[in-house]
């Protein structure tokens, strides 16, 4: 079914916006701030949330509307919106949103940080004995390192860094060369940190600090000697910084993505932030150097990147105004002190982080590493960070005569450099690298590892294969912060099915079906479309039909016409969706019977599970990817049965059901596409995140 036969059936004023939908969630983000129930210091760690989630917009989606609109494109999206209503919609909820944004953090966040004794000093309000200790770390580490441009004929306007503080001075007078051009440019290091904090003695309260653009803003005219400044304004441009890489015509991807990387920083501007106080005259100066329109201008109360101010929760030792800290359990079956390997072979076992630890598959890899019955290992890399000792445990495998095969997705979008870096040091000590399908991103999260073993029953060794699939990263700083499950399994099926398509991915050849997994892009969305029917027939038979699905996105356009023709036959469906979902719920002769809710919180919401009802068989998945398009059709995914009737109970209980109980974090979609907060009213307070903190964390 192409789309235009599914305009047709359902038309486009059945659909939602997906951008509209993204700045949707981050009003939900923007919430939490405002939360007076919220720890002060996790309101302000919601404030830069918002603030980095708006980057990435900014650098991919709004960068992505602004190429569209330069190439004069007219084609409609599928909620029948063309490229510029969605970015003038956009544009005006981008500027509500930021406007609210710094509100709240002037007027509510600020004054409550003061009152517990967390002060950002104004420099009108500094005291002389605190100007000068400003005074004096402006000329010892901030002055040094800074270099002014004076705009002329040869000082032209210098080139802007991605996101970067940067700062426009309006001078008066001639310099020592008799030039007066009347405008200079500094810009601030990234080595210099964007908040000082002042001896406690000195500032007048237990944590009293300055944000760096109050600094340069007192001190600036030391840098323009004999001449007077007129203005000094904060600015930071927001560019394009979607990688282009032609893959018809790429001979090397690593090559042409380290060739890429650096003009990441220098893409077509899309966003232009300047202080509030910024005239008139040098906002159009500075709009048209960056090629942008007024609507591209966002005045803000505050500093330019409140990004930046992420690290005041961490160096602020103030334990009660934070979310309590919280340790992570441990599954019983490995709980005992012995090999995982054996506690495999034993039957599945399924983490669920972060409420329980990450450690076990950080175990199982440097287990695998060190035990000479190993004989191979294999991994896909998608997200792992810089310092990863997951990858220190491959390249150690390698180093041990392990035949390692790693998998490294260098398009992983603001990762590529980290990717990039790891190839280079597993290539370096002899493992197999490889970069998946050239036009297909590898998202599917596996680990393989093979190991040679007795069989006592047939009087012989055996190889057999040691499985780990999840939903989230191989990266154990996320893994502290998203909801994900992960299944170790020594199931030969199972194991089988992973090896094919490792073998797919290294090497040539048709897909082979295989025995319990869906792959995207071969057979997952046909999968779950044909899952979704099926509950559907059920249903027009006069059965029960039901559905439940908890993922982050919801866009790819038959998938929903496929829902509402479920919800149209009677079926019962619940949709947990993270973030942005272009269904309607509740459209009377169309969506009544679906429901979808958002649960936003402490933790970062990052399963997709999708349970089918199957007439009382209750089939129940976990997967890799989301119902975009991008996931069934771009991106090389996995989605794994739970097949432990055990362990299909918890997923069911910890993963759906505790977040449909949920009356504190979730928010629920009206027909309109609007989110409401879930109202507790006479019921008992329900918050799944808090429910499974307490039921599977340690002690």
Known sequence: MNRATLTRRFPPENYLNRELGLLAFNRRVLAQAADARMPLLERLRFLCIVSSNLDEFFEIRVAGLKEQLKLGATSRTTDGKTPREVYRQVSQEAHRMVNEQYTLFNQEVLPALAAEGICFLRRTSWSNEQREWIRDYFFREVMPVLTPIGLDPSHPFPRIHNKSLNFAVELEGRDAFGRNSGVAIVQAPRALPRVIRLPSELAGCEYGCVFLSSILHAFVGELFAGMTVRGCYQFRVTRNSDLFVDEEEVKNLRTKIQGELPQRHFGDGVRLEVADSCSETMAEFLLNQFALAPDDLYRVNGPVNLVRLMQVPDWVDRPDLKFPPFAAGFPKPLQKKRSIFAAMREGDVLLHHPYQSFAPVVELLEEAADDPQVVAIKMTVYR???????????????????????????????????????????????????????????HAKMLMIVRRERDEDAGRSRLRRYVHLGTGNYHPRTARLYTDFGLLTSNEEMGADVSEVFKQLTGLGRAQALHHLWQAPFSLHSNVIAAIKRETEVAKAGGRGRIIAKMNS????????????????GVDIDLIVRGVCALRPGVKGLSENIRVRSVIGRLLEHHRIFYFWAEGEENVYLSSADWMERNFFRRIELCFPVRDPRLKKRVIAEGLRMYLADNQQAWEMDSNGAYHRKRQGRAKPRSAQNELMAALGGV
Do not use: C
């Open 384 to 442: 792992t960070g810089t310092d990863s000792v997951l990858m220190n445990a491959l390249i150690r495998a390698a180093q041990n005569g392990k035949d390692v095969t790693a998998v490294v997705e260098l398009l992983a979008r603001f990762d590529e450099e980290a990717n990039i870096n790891w190839a280079n040091k597993l290539e370096e000590v002899g493992a197999h690298v490889v970069y998946g399908v050239v036009g297909y991103k590898t």
């Open 554 to 569: 919801l866009l790819e356009p038959e998938t929903i016409a496929t829902l509402y023709e479920a919800s149209q036959a």
